[in-house]
């Protein structure tokens, strides 16, 4: 059973970069496509950062210029890093696996998600 | 990017109620279209995925259809653990994309 758990600092303040981390257990991170998704207090949910077949990289082309995302093997995980943050980056942020092809896709599974407030 | 509208935004049933929710699309996908159930306070579960392919270990009262612009998530006898928010996401085009949501309610 694959399970995914999110970690980061909670409170980062305006200006600065908010790094997450998504520890995967139960599964390789080599073996599947990753996702950061979040979900802004009223707000539909977003995908910001992929991760395909480790070396890929995609990202939202809203935030392209303040995000990456990167895949440590070593570690089984899977990070975000978005820079210069506002008050409207505050959200709940989820990673999850992304399984299927052109056609079938979709992000079968989640972490419970880590909030995450952008306040001086 | 690709946007996704859901009527009704909120929806009042009781439980063994045939519930449907509508996805639309605005322009075609296919059926590049999956479905998930979120409760409050949890991440989206799975429900759906090609628009009418049940996850694995979803009830069978839930199914799917639709292609092109249009979809619907149909739950034939809503149960106690259904009241929740519903979301649809289209993965025909990059980004991914999710509508704004459909709350089941009491």
């Known amino acids: 059973q694959v399970q995914l758990q999110e970690s980061g600092p909670g409170l980062v303040k305006p200006s600065e970069t908010l790094s997450l981390t998504c520890t995967i257990s139960?599964?390789?991170?080599?073996?599947?496509?990753w996702v950061w998704i979040r979900q802004s207090p009223g707000k539909r949910l977003e995908c910001l950062g992929f991760?395909?077949?480790?070396?890929?990289?995609n990202f939202s082309p809203s935030l392209k210029s303040r995000v990456s995302t990167s895949v440590d093997e070593s570690a089984n995980q899977f990070s975000l890093k978005l820079t210069s943050v506002t008050a409207a980056d505050t959200a709940l942020y989820f990673c999850?696996?992304?399984?299927?092809?052109?056609?079938?896709?979709?992000?079968?599974?989640w972490g419970q998600g880590t909030p995450v407030t952008v306040s001086s | 990017d690709i946007q996704l509208t859901q009527s009704p935004s909120f929806l009042s049933a009781s439980v063994g109620d045939r519930v449907t929710i509508t996805c639309r699309a605005s322009?075609?996908?296919?059926?590049?279209l999956a479905w998930y159930q979120q409760k409050p306070g949890k991440a989206p579960e799975l429900l759906l995925f090609?628009?009418?392919t049940l996850q694995r270990g979803v009830p069978s009262r839930f199914s799917g259809s639709g292609s092109g612009t249009e979809f619907t998530l149909t739950i034939t006898s809503l149960q106690p653990e259904d009241f929740a928010t519903f979301y649809c996401?289209?993965?025909?085009?990059?980004?991914?994309?999710f509508g704004p949501g459909t709350t089941v309610d009491v």
């Open positions: 999850a696996r992304i399984k299927g092809t052109t056609g079938t896709t979709r992000f079968d599974y």
């Open positions: 139960g599964g390789s991170v080599r073996s599947y496509n």
């Open positions: 991760a395909y077949d480790i070396d890929n990289t």
């Open positions: 322009q075609g996908i296919n059926t590049d």
């Open positions: 090609a628009a009418s």
């Open positions: 996401q289209q993965v025909n085009s990059f980004p991914p994309t």
